[in-house]
Every structure is written in C-alpha cells, then in structure tokens.
C-alpha cells in the first residue's frame, strides 16, 4: 500500500485556531486540544456577556437617573419608578438610555422634563377631582 501523506486541510485548521488563540497564554496559544478548548469558552463567554452588557448598561442608565432625581431640585419625588410611571403615563417616549445622557450632561433640561410631568399631573389630578 502506498504512503498517504496527510493533506493540508487539517493543518490549515489547526492555523485557523491558532491564528484566533494568537492572544492566549502559555500552552493554550501553542497545543492544539488546550487551544481548542480554550477557543470553545472564549466563545461561549463572548456570548453570555453580549447579553450581560446589555444588562449591566440598562442598571446604569437606571441608577444615573435615580441619583438626578434624588437631587434637591426635582422635589415633587425622590423615586426613579414614579418619574418613569409619570412619562409613560404622559406618553412622553424617552428610553432609559436617553435620559441618563440628559440627566448626566444638561440637567436644567432634566429638571424642565420633570416639571412638565409635575404640572401636568397637577392639572389631571384638579380636573378629576372638580
């Protein structure tokens, strides 16, 4: 039987992973098994903190805006939850994200939003009870 040499497809595999585990210390950027393996939870943690990020970002968005309306100026409430409940009950569309750029760069403009809500909630609230 003649000597098969092996082909160069399982080489260029193992390049292939060892080009993505360039970066990884020691034996996981040189042997092959420890470098897949390695390559294998890179990849599964790359995944799970892709959703943990979005996570992680929407806890801070929510805890930059609690600590605005905390402050002294916005006195009609000293609650995260009742400004968000009052801006969709006023259906004035503004995300998470949104408001915790404004509460953190332009706060006059933070402060003249929940004065709005405070007014008109003033307003609904005479008009029910007359």
Known sequence: MTRVRRGYTARRRRTKIRL???????????LTRT???QRMRALVSS??????KKRDFR???ITRINAVTREDRVSYTHN????IYN????????????????????KNFFYMISKKIINKSSINKGIKES
């Open 20 to 30: 993505f585990a360039s970066t990884f210390i020691r034996a996981h950027s040189r």
């Open 35 to 37: 470098t897949t393996q």
């Open 47 to 52: 995944h799970r903190d892709r959703n943990r």
């Open 59 to 61: 806890r801070l968005w």
């Open 80 to 83: 995260y939850s009742r400004l």
């Open 87 to 106: 801006l969709y009950k006023r259906q004035l569309l503004l995300n998470r994200k949104i408001l915790a750029q404004i509460a953190l760069s332009n």
